[in-house]
Structure formats: structure tokens, C-alpha cells
């Protein structure tokens, strides 16, 4: 089984990304976010792997940028109705901390976000992963409740809310920051952000 795989971004498609390791070429699908973090072609690219299975389709590659991704991804298909197609949509809207904060407060209309979750489904998943350790040392639902701390605000997040005051959608925004941050550092200031943000909307 295929865990990780480091080499150069051959290609780039809407739903995978071609990987070439020393010269074998490796087809891993990935959500959109990690399709809009992953570098340009030709340069080299580290992904963590979920590797599956399945008689009709033989083995399927699926690529994250952390272990936390990946980890969360495996959780979310753990759960009745959530498919990879359906787990790799919660995670475009929602990485792993964020949904861990979406559980904590019952936030169904955020989970309801992704693409292929309706309402019932996104239910499902708050219960199925409340308690459980979404994130690397969060668990999910521990604080929950009126007397729950808000989770912190970063500046990639007033970033993305900022895109969003601006009539940009939330995943271009997600994406556009995210790409920022790459150029940036996790240090950068808002205001940083945001202006290397409409940068690459310009582009």
C-alpha cells in the first residue's frame, strides 16, 4: 500500500494530479483545495497517500498535503453515505480543524456545504465524528455547548472572510489565501495576506 509519495508534478487536472517518481507517473486524485496548493508542473511535490481498493475500479490514489488530511479523510469515510468523492468535499470547505470547530458547535449548515452533503448527511457526520480527534490534539465536541471557547481567529481565516466580503466564492477564497500563505509564510500579517491573495485573482 502506497502511503506517501514524493516526486515531480508531471500534470495537473480538475480532480487528480499526475505525479512522476522516478519516472512512473502516479494518478492521485485530490480535492480542490489540494489541487489549488499543489506547485506548478515540473516542480516537486510531497503527498500523503490513501491508498484503496475496489473490484471494478482495481487501486485508487488519494493525495493530501498533511497527515492530518488524510487522517480525517479515512474518519469521514468511516461514517454510512460518505463516500471519497463525498469526503474529499467536506474537506475542500472544511480542513480538518475547521470541522472539528463545525462539530464542536452542531454546525450542520457549514458541513452541508460540501458538495454531494445534504442536510441528513451532514447530521450524520457531527454525530458519527463528535468526541473523536478530528484534528492532531482536538477533539471534536469536547467543548461544545454555550459554554464552548471560540476557536481563535488566524489571519488566513479573516483573509478568506474578507474574499468573501468581496463577493469572491468561499472556495476560490480559500484557495487564492491558501496559495498566499505558500508565498508568505504562516507568520504574515491580514492585510498581507489579502493583498497576495488579489494578486493571484489577478493572475
Not at 120 to 138: H, M, S, T, W
Not at 179 to 203: F, N, P, S, V, Y
Request: with cysteine.
Amino acid at each position: 500500500m502506497i502511503g506517501r509519495l514524493r516526486g515531480v508534478v508531471a500534470e495537473l487536472a480538475e480532480e487528480d494530479a499526475l505525479i512522476d517518481v522516478g519516472g512512473v507517473g502516479y494518478v492521485v486524485r485530490c480535492g480542490s483545495r489540494t489541487l489549488g496548493r499543489l506547485p506548478a508542473p515540473g516542480d516537486e511535490a510531497l503527498l500523503h497517500v490513501e491508498t484503496q481498493w475496489s473490484e471494478a475500479a482495481g487501486p485508487r490514489l488519494y493525495g493530501f498535503l498533511t497527515r492530518e488530511e488524510r487522517r480525517a479523510f479515512v474518519m469521514l469515510q468511516a461514517i454510512q453515505g460518505v463516500g471519497p468523492k463525498a469526503a474529499l468535499g467536506v474537506l475542500d470547505v472544511l480542513p480538518p480543524r475547521e470541522l472539528a470547530a463545525a462539530v464542536a458547535r452542531e454546525d450542520k449548515a457549514a458541513v452541508a456545504r460540501a458538495n454531494g452533503v445534504g442536510p441528513k448527511l451532514a447530521l450524520r457526520i457531527i454525530v458519527e465524528l463528535k468526541d473523536k480527534p478530528i484534528a492532531e490534539g482536538v477533539v471534536a465536541g469536547l467543548q461544545s455547548g454555550p459554554a464552548a471557547t471560540p476557536p481563535v481567529a488566524t489571519a488566513a481565516g479573516e483573509a478568506v472572510a474578507a474574499l468573501m466580503g468581496l463577493g469572491v466564492a468561499e472556495i476560490t477564497a480559500r484557495r487564492v489565501v491558501d496559495q498566499a500563505l505558500l508565498r508568505l509564510g504562516d507568520a504574515a500579517a491580514e492585510t498581507a495576506l489579502i493583498k497576495a491573495a488579489l494578486q493571484e485573482l489577478g493572475r
